[in-house]
């Protein structure tokens, strides 16, 4: 049977009996058949932590969303849902050269992608499978994600690492080693700035499970980890592992009903609600979610309109690619920002900080929500203009460099009756 083993050496898996051994340094992980005998060897030699775990044949999946309660065959493309929540065409224009992507890679561990899609086509940088299936996207989930992120952020790069097989299903082996690879790639000119992760599995509470420990690990490089909090909704405590792990940046789905003005942005019945198994406060953030345009893989001109947490989670990855992309503009440009700030460099904000600190002066969520942030909706919906009053235009004001470009996260609440935006707002169950 095959394990996976954190905290011993390649000789100690081997002294316990390991055969076929894959060790995967930059998650500190090795992977290895093993018999009862090993396992109870290994179990027995007193690491600080060793974790020996059973693989599975199909720990992770792509979460599937039942059917939202509106005409299907309508959708509203990404650009327009995330117009709906704030950002109008007036965030690109908030540096100088405009907001794109420019510069920026995005590791996309999925399905595969459809790299000759006409929406995906000479974006893709870098493509690797980690399964034992051709590398195409035959379940036809990641090329809608990587179209999503592309929408709206047309010049960035995606990293294609492939994981899950033509049943939307894969090994947490295939995952770790995607994330490894990630991992690796953080050091040539490839760097992704965020992994997105619309996939998942059950949250066993285990904090010590591969792909929890393999995220910690990207996390610890410098990356931002966002993944899909799950369609397991309404039921609390569904949260999907990896997006219960503490930093890992959990995204819910928003749904978004114009046909119904008294409910216009509302939590999806089907998203996942927290608690954690661990008791932590999840999702983080809701994004648009439900009925979105997005490129299919069944050709290289062929659409789909889906729903789901898969697909706001590269919205929330989006818009970490804007972040930094801002920054970088800001460091490069002269006069990207307003005259007379002054900015103190701080390129990266670790993903504690941007949970813990700065994410719920970020968001907004109805008036019958609970205030801070819970296991609905988290710190609610990303608007910006809400920290616009952190950025100091007058004299010489020096600010900190998130403070400047943190409206990059909302901008165009401005004109916006945030009030009538949720007016009567509940959520719908």
């Given at each position: 049977m095959r394990y996976s083993i954190q905290g011993a050496t390649v000789v100690q898996v081997k002294n316990a009996g390991g055969a076929d051994i894959k060790e995967l340094k930059r998650v500190g992980i090795i992977y290895a058949t093993l018999d009862d005998k090993g396992v109870a060897a290994l179990k027995s030699q007193g690491f600080s932590v060793v974790?020996?775990?059973?693989?599975?044949?199909?720990?992770?999946?792509?979460?599937?969303?039942?059917?939202?309660?509106?005409?299907?065959?309508?959708?509203?493309?990404?650009?327009?849902?995330?117009?709906?929540?704030?950002?109008?065409?007036?965030?690109?224009?908030l540096t100088s050269p405009p907001l794109y992507g420019e510069g920026i890679s995005v590791a996309v561990i999925d399905s595969g992608i459809r790299r000759t899609h006409e929406k995906i086509r000479g974006q893709v940088a870098y493509s690797e499978n980690f399964t034992s299936e051709a590398h195409a996207d035959d379940y036809n989930h990641g090329t809608g994600v990587a179209s999503i992120i592309l929408a709206i952020a047309p010049k960035c790069k995606i990293l294609d690492l492939k994981v899950l097989d033509s049943k939307g299903m894969g090994t947490d082996?295939?995952?770790?080693?995607?994330?490894?690879?990630?991992?690796?790639?953080?050091?040539?000119?490839?760097?992704?700035?965020?992994?997105n992760l619309s996939i998942g599995e059950a949250d066993d509470g285990n904090p010590y499970e591969p792909v929890r420990t393999a995220c910690r690990a990207a996390i610890a490089e410098g990356m931002y980890v966002v993944a899909a909090a799950g369609n397991a909704g309404p039921a609390l405590g569904s949260i999907m592992s990896p997006a219960c792990e503490r930093y890992v940046i959990a995204i819910g789905s928003l749904a978004y009903y114009p046909e119904d003005p008294r409910y216009p942005l509302l939590v999806s019945s089907f998203s996942s609600r927290g608690p954690t198994k661990q008791g932590l406060v999840k999702p983080d953030a809701v994004l648009p979610g439900e009925r979105i345009e997005m490129a299919s893989s069944s050709s290289d001109t062929a659409t789909a309109v889906k729903s789901g947490t898969s697909f706001a989670t590269p919205i929330g990855s989006v818009m970490v690619v804007m972040y930094q992309e801002a920054i970088r503009k800001t460091l490069t440009y002269p006069g990207a920002l307003p005259p007379g700030v002054q900015v103190e460099y701080k390129p990266y904000i670790p993903p504690s900080e941007l949970i813990d600190r700065w994410l719920l002066g970020l968001c907004v969520k109805p008036d019958t929500a609970p205030r801070g942030k819970d296991n609905e909706y988290g710190c609610g919906i990303p608007f910006a203009g809400l920290v616009a009053s952190a950025l100091k235009t007058a004299g010489a004001a020096q600010v900190d460099i998130f403070s400047s470009i943190a409206p990059i996260f909302a901008i165009g609440l401005m004109g916006v009756m945030i009030s009538g935006m949720f007016k009567g707002g509940q959520s719908r169950v």
């Amino acid at each position: 049977m095959r394990y996976s083993i954190q905290g011993a050496t390649v000789v100690q898996v081997k002294n316990a009996g390991g055969a076929d051994i894959k060790e995967l340094k930059r998650v500190g992980i090795i992977y290895a058949t093993l018999d009862d005998k090993g396992v109870a060897a290994l179990k027995s030699q007193g690491f600080s932590v060793v974790v020996v775990k059973d693989v599975k044949a199909a720990d992770y999946i792509a979460p599937i969303a039942p059917p939202v309660p509106m005409p299907y065959e309508t959708g509203f493309s990404p650009v327009e849902l995330i117009s709906i929540i704030g950002f109008d065409e007036s965030w690109r224009s908030l540096t100088s050269p405009p907001l794109y992507g420019e510069g920026i890679s995005v590791a996309v561990i999925d399905s595969g992608i459809r790299r000759t899609h006409e929406k995906i086509r000479g974006q893709v940088a870098y493509s690797e499978n980690f399964t034992s299936e051709a590398h195409a996207d035959d379940y036809n989930h990641g090329t809608g994600v990587a179209s999503i992120i592309l929408a709206i952020a047309p010049k960035c790069k995606i990293l294609d690492l492939k994981v899950l097989d033509s049943k939307g299903m894969g090994t947490d082996e295939e995952v770790v080693a995607a994330i490894d690879k990630a991992i690796e790639l953080n050091s040539t000119d490839l760097a992704p700035v965020v992994i997105n992760l619309s996939i998942g599995e059950a949250d066993d509470g285990n904090p010590y499970e591969p792909v929890r420990t393999a995220c910690r690990a990207a996390i610890a490089e410098g990356m931002y980890v966002v993944a899909a909090a799950g369609n397991a909704g309404p039921a609390l405590g569904s949260i999907m592992s990896p997006a219960c792990e503490r930093y890992v940046i959990a995204i819910g789905s928003l749904a978004y009903y114009p046909e119904d003005p008294r409910y216009p942005l509302l939590v999806s019945s089907f998203s996942s609600r927290g608690p954690t198994k661990q008791g932590l406060v999840k999702p983080d953030a809701v994004l648009p979610g439900e009925r979105i345009e997005m490129a299919s893989s069944s050709s290289d001109t062929a659409t789909a309109v889906k729903s789901g947490t898969s697909f706001a989670t590269p919205i929330g990855s989006v818009m970490v690619v804007m972040y930094q992309e801002a920054i970088r503009k800001t460091l490069t440009y002269p006069g990207a920002l307003p005259p007379g700030v002054q900015v103190e460099y701080k390129p990266y904000i670790p993903p504690s900080e941007l949970i813990d600190r700065w994410l719920l002066g970020l968001c907004v969520k109805p008036d019958t929500a609970p205030r801070g942030k819970d296991n609905e909706y988290g710190c609610g919906i990303p608007f910006a203009g809400l920290v616009a009053s952190a950025l100091k235009t007058a004299g010489a004001a020096q600010v900190d460099i998130f403070s400047s470009i943190a409206p990059i996260f909302a901008i165009g609440l401005m004109g916006v009756m945030i009030s009538g935006m949720f007016k009567g707002g509940q959520s719908r169950v």
